[in-house]
């Protein structure tokens, strides 16, 4: 059925206004001509020293996850982790099988376990549910550590993986306890219709070792080119958006230069800088852009993490910070309604989104007072 002219009013309007608004205020500090420079150049900045990077990093963590997967490395893990499940996360045992994927890959990683009969007859409804907040929780973990690492820190990031399993833990067990309240006959119900005696994640064995290493190799490689490419949108728009919000101008004014903006967040910021720093241990306003924008893409958050340690602005403690909220969020914002969508419980969407909002923020809190004891011993 073709929308009337009128339906477009009241969705249209406010998003123009917006628009006008957001754009005009950038464009009455910058100028127009250097705003439009200045994105443009932000933009290719980005693409060339932080996104090509970034797939690098997901092409060796992808084969690195992969060859894990092919030599048994994966189960071996999941083993090492079942015990934990049930006491830490109210989870089954083979639960663990899904945060080592995601860990290793992305969120949506837990939702192609999920549909597997097999594996979700070992689950209840409310914990297969929440099944959406544990994967996210740990949602391209590998290549955030491996990415800040290579910013030259080593315990931080270790540091910033407790964390994010602590806000996993607080994230997963809140959704189990909205769903129960909301739907209480899934407490008892079984996710799936039947059970099956173990459960096994398909594995395709080659005769030959050396095959079996090259093909997982570049087959693993190829799904991080894929991802790579996947963040090129959230990289390059919402980071570019974050700069110009949070960078200051030039020393010698605006000239339409990469990385130029007009610093309304830390501005924002510096109204509640006393929050920031006694939850995070925030030392410069510029640093609330990461969680901002981790919402959204974690991987778009990483791009300006570079910028950050080169300004100065990022310490030990921010690392740890942003790689907690960063594994933890994993830009759940734009994938938790698709994710519950794929499961058939979309009008949980809300709940999971709050238990994920209150379970990051957890996690950068356990981040930053551990990151401390660490500093003090």
Known sequence: MKRSFWSYIPTGIPC??????????????????????????????????????????????????????????????????????????????????????????????????????????????????????????????????????????????????????????LSTRLMQYFTIKNYPQYASENAADEMFNEFKAEEHVEPNMFLRILNSLLDGGKTGVDVGLAIIPGVLIISTLVMILTNPSAPEGYTGAAYEGVALLPWLAAKIDFIFEFLFGFTDPHLVAFPITALGAVGAALGLVPNFVAQGWADGNAIAVFTAIGMCWSGYLSTHTAMLDSLGYRQLTSKAIISHTFGGLFAAIVAHWVYVLYSIL
């Open 16 to 169: 123009l206004l917006i628009f006008v608004a957001l754009f005009g205020y950038i464009g009455s500090v910058m100028g127009v001509d250097n705003m439009l420079n200045t994105i443009m150049n932000t933009a290719h900045k980005l693409l060339i020293d932080t996104v090509l990077f970034l797939m690098g990093v997901c092409v060796v963590t992808g084969a690195i996850g992969k060859l894990f997967t092919e030599f048994g490395v994966v189960r071996l893990l999941e083993r090492i982790l079942r015990p934990l499940m049930k006491p830490l996360f109210n989870l089954p045992g083979v639960a663990s099988l899904g945060a080592v994927m995601t860990f290793l890959s992305d969120n949506p990683a837990i939702i192609s376990l999920a549909s597997d009969k097999r594996f979700s007859s070992y689950f209840k409804k409310f914990q297969y549910i929440s099944l959406t907040n544990f994967g996210t929780a740990f949602g391209m973990g590998l290549v955030v550590i491996v990415f800040m690492m290579g910013q030259g820190f080593m315990a931080e990031p270790l540091i910033g993986l407790f964390g994010a399993c602590c806000g996993c833990i």
